[in-house]
């Protein structure tokens, strides 16, 4: 029996086989040939993912976690809202001098009621932290501040006392045993406040030199928030003493403070 003859496959049978092969599924055989084990590492880019193609599945819970969190000092003045970080948003003794920029926290920038004991650290604050009038009774819880956060000195009667000013007193000749009142209008501390002298505790001092020292000033509370300051001549009916002595107008300080 004669041999076949073998013969090459035409153009025609090969593009037929290929289009056979192609029909029987052999893109999906390819593909579940590539895997990650497959892919060489840093080889896909952005240039090779679709925009918007994937979803949070497909990230790790570590760049999930890296994508929820704020980056470090990401967040400043400009993105809180005036009054935003009250007590509950710090953790105890969080803020230091080192935190905050001289004059940096204003009467606008706290929230009432925001700052105790419990969120400074010790002698975090200092004068250079504050802004002018930036702390108020309103600004301060109660028992927030004790003695250990005063500067000594750093207090003056304004900042205790209920009322406090000056008058200028012109007493005038005082004979022996004499006493004068002379009635003034309180000045409140703080313009505007509804003070009331009546249970206060009132001091006045004479400042001007020559004030004569036989002569004692004290001073009380009256009606309607004002101050009686009272200078009397105590004796003055011993032979040897002067029938008059005359006090020169005189400037006298004076502060009331309030009792518990």
């Keep these: 029996m004669p041999l076949l003859a073998r013969r090459r496959p035409s153009a025609a049978m090969v593009v037929a086989s290929l289009a056979l092969f192609i029909a029987l599924g052999g893109p999906a055989t390819a593909a579940h040939l590539i895997d990650g084990a497959t892919i060489k590492g840093n080889s896909i880019t952005t240039k090779q993912v679709r925009n918007r193609t994937l979803g949070v599945q497909d990230l790790s819970k570590s760049a999930v976690k890296a994508l929820q969190t704020s980056p470090s000092l990401s967040v400043g003045a400009k993105q809180l809202r005036d009054g935003a970080v009250g007590t509950k948003a710090l953790a105890d003794r969080a803020v230091d001098a080192t935190k905050i920029a001289p004059g940096a926290v204003g009467n606008s920038h706290l929230a009432s009621k925001a700052v105790d004991g419990g969120k400074l650290a010790d002698g975090a604050v200092g004068n250079a932290q504050l802004g002018t009038d930036a702390v108020t009774s309103a600004k301060v819880a109660d028992g927030a501040i004790g003695a250990g956060a005063i500067a000594d000195g750093g207090l003056q009667t304004r900042d205790i006392g209920d009322f406090y000013g000056s008058v ?67 004796g003055g009916d011993a032979p040897t003493d002067p029938p008059v002595i005359s006090a020169p107008t005189t400037t006298f300080y004076y502060v009331a403070f309030d009792t518990p």
Excluded: E, H, M
């Design 168 to 234: 200028s007193v012109p007493f005038g000749d005082f004979t022996a045993n004499q006493c004068k009142v002379v009635t003034i209008n309180a000045q409140a501390s703080v313009p505007g406040q509804s003070n009331s002298i009546a249970d206060d505790i009132v001091a006045a001092s004479p400042t001007t030199s020559g004030w004569p020292d036989p002569i004692i000033v004290t001073a009380n509370p009256g009606a309607n928030n004002t101050i009686r300051i009272i200078a009397c001549r105590l």
